[in-house]
């Protein structure tokens, strides 16, 4: 109810005028200036401790999700030595170097000898130099090239130089530029424009890679446009390397997923001889894991030119293997990577013996659909397919494998070849009762099971003990 009194309202019994009225919006603007005052405080409060407060603490868990990749990184390349040289972790930065190494590398004393150095030499290593800063906000690099604006635990660039064995450091050209999102997620870009520098000269350079902290996931995507490294007489050129990946880590401790490697040309040219040159090349392969088990496919189209005595060569292959074992293939991962950097084969043989039993004893599909060889006097072609049936491991063993096996094979030689190798070779020459020929080609056919082998319908048993 509202009565009006000469100029004045009364609401429920209280009287208010024009006056009062104005007494009371003023108030209202105070309060609420107070209110905004506050808030702008408060939100000053907030940025400080973002801006000032928040890059240290980051700072800490950066360091710790740098030594999370690393530990990936050493789990992944049982064949490197990565190393942390120096870490200053500071408030709103950090630097570090780190050093990758080849000491364990199964062809570790390949690469001594091709490099001439003894077996208590040092092989050369790969330096990482990074400058870290903080996140959550990178202000410092904002207005930098290849930062990001995405909140993380920091924007990182590193440099690369190669540690020679004498210890001087010869630095490599190229720039990594990466980013730590807030739960250890990592992105990384190469970066290397065009030059040349010595004995090398290289086109643009761009590699990509992303992993996921939590899953060990990862993908990477580059290319390399061209290289080319001289020395004296000898040339060495490559023309358009590309390669991709995107893999999962699976139940089982190893990855699966697609990659991918495409090359145009590799050539290696020495003194006075005619050059070699390979390519194109195309590599896919693909993985995965169902049901406990592993399947997995590869492709191969390769083309090497001039090959001596030869001439150009053609190969084109696909192999797949089906129906893995995924926790017995876990354990021969694991034996393999224990082995690999034996001198001795035969004690490395020995020493995954048991685990590559279990592997086959559990059973698998080996299929080579593809094995092609193109050759100037026409194309090899082959097929095999070998099939292991499940069995009881406790028990298996090399004799029992034969029992617990299953094959066919088909191959086709052109006519030409198969007589120049009976000429030259007597033991290519005591096959020669197995082909069959077909117009201008010798065919083989094959099959075993438990015992019987049959080539071109003709049984021929193994005794087996």
Do not use: C
């Not at 429920?12 to 105070?30: K, M, N, Q, W």
């Not at 920091?154 to 004498?166: F, K, Y």
């Not at 100037?376 to 034969?402: C, H, M, R, Y």
């Amino acid at each position: 109810m509202v009565v009006t009194v000469g100029g004045e309202f009364q609401r429920y019994g209280r009287v208010f005028s024009p006056h009062s009225a104005s007494i009371h919006a003023s108030e209202l603007f105070t309060t609420l200036g107070v209110i905004v005052k506050k808030g702008i405080i408060a939100l000053l409060v907030v940025l400080a401790l973002i801006v000032l407060v928040s890059p240290g603490i980051v700072g800490m868990l950066a360091e710790k999700s740098v030594d999370e990749q690393i530990e990936w990184a050493r789990l992944e390349n049982q064949d490197l030595v990565i190393t942390t040289e120096q870490f200053d972790r500071g408030w709103f930065s950090s630097a570090g170097r780190h050093r990758i190494g080849l000491e364990n590398a199964a062809n570790a004393p390949g690469l001594r000898e091709l490099l001439g150095l003894s077996g208590s030499d040092s092989l050369p290593a790969l330096i990482i130099d990074t400058k870290l800063n903080h996140g959550p906000i990178d202000l410092s690099s904002l207005a930098g090239e290849n930062t990001s604006f995405v909140p993380g635990l920091g924007n990182a660039v590193s440099t690369l130089s190669v540690e020679m064995t004498d210890g001087e450091l010869i630095g490599l050209p190229g720039t990594v530029y990466s980013s730590l999102g807030l739960t250890g997620d990592l992105q990384s870009k190469f970066r290397a424009r065009a030059g040349t520098h010595d004995k090398v000269t290289w086109g643009d350079i761009n590699i990509d890679f992303a992993s996921i902290a939590s899953n060990g996931d990862y993908a990477y995507d580059g290319l390399i446009e061209s290289m080319q490294i001289a020395e004296q007489d000898n040339v060495v050129d490559l023309a358009n390397l590309s390669f991709s990946g995107d893999l999962t880590m699976s139940e089982f401790a190893f990855a699966v997923g697609d990659m991918h490697i495409a090359l145009d040309g590799l050539s290696v040219a020495s003194g006075s001889r005619s050059p070699t040159s390979i390519g194109p090349l195309v590599f896919d392969t693909t993985s995965s894991v169902s049901g406990g088990r592993v399947d997995s496919s590869s492709e191969l189209r390769l083309k090497i030119d001039e090959i001596p005595n030869v001439g150009q060569i053609e190969l084109d292959t696909k192999v797949s293997v089906v129906g893995l074992d995924g926790a017995a293939l876990k354990q021969l991962v694991q034996a393999l990577q224990n082995v690999q950097t034996s001198a001795d084969p035969y004690a490395a043989m020995s020493a995954i013996e048991t685990e590559l039993l279990d592997v086959l004893a559990a059973g698998a599909d080996l299929r080579i659909e593809r094995l092609d060889v193109a050759l100037p006097q026409g194309t090899i072609k082959s097929a095999v397919n070998i099939k292991f049936l499940e069995s009881d491991n406790a028990d298996f063993g090399w004799s029992s494998l034969l029992l617990a096996l299953e094959a066919d094979a088909r191959f086709e030689i052109p006519e030409m070849i198969a007589n120049m190798a009976m000429m030259m070779s007597p033991q290519a020459g005591a096959v020669e009762g197995f082909l069959r020929k077909n117009g201008d080609v010798y065919e083989l056919e094959a099959a075993y099971k438990k015992g019987l082998l049959t080539v071109n319908g003709v049984p021929l048993p193994i005794p087996i003990q």
